[in-house]
């Protein structure tokens, strides 16, 4: 089993930046990517970007030149810089580790308000 941990949400302004984190532990030898997804009121899961394990990276395109994903191997934790954020970036964003099988964190909310 994997577990993931997030952390680095909050409120932030329009125009503003966050930037996520995602901690693994466990058997991290098995996953082959990471990413973020999320989930806004009402609306489906969907992803926002993904790195794989050899760096390679996609990206949603609503979220294309603002938002940038980057790892840290050897504390084997994700980020996700987030700039230019606007109100529909809100939502609760959720860290996905992907083996065999699909692992996800708790989440952590960003709302984008004045």
């Known amino acids: 089993q994997v577990q993931l941990v997030e952390s680095g949400g909050g409120l932030v302004q329009p125009g503003g930046s966050l930037r996520l984190s995602c901690a693994a532990s466990?058997?991290?030898?098995?996953?082959?990517?990471m990413g973020w997804y999320r989930q806004a009121p009402g609306k489906e899961r969907e992803l926002v970007a993904v790195?794989?394990?050899?760096?390679?990276?996609n990206y949603a395109n609503s979220v294309k030149g603002r938002f940038t994903i980057s790892r840290d191997n050897a504390r084997i934790t994700v980020y996700l810089q987030m700039n230019g954020l606007q109100p529909e970036d809100t939502a609760v964003y959720y860290c996905?580790?992907?083996?065999?099988?699909?692992?996800w964190g708790k989440g952590t909310l960003v709302t984008v308000s004045s």
């Open positions: 996905n580790a992907r083996s065999s099988m699909d692992h």
């Open positions: 466990g058997n991290t030898f098995s996953i082959i990517s």
């Open positions: 790195i794989t394990r050899g760096g390679n990276t």
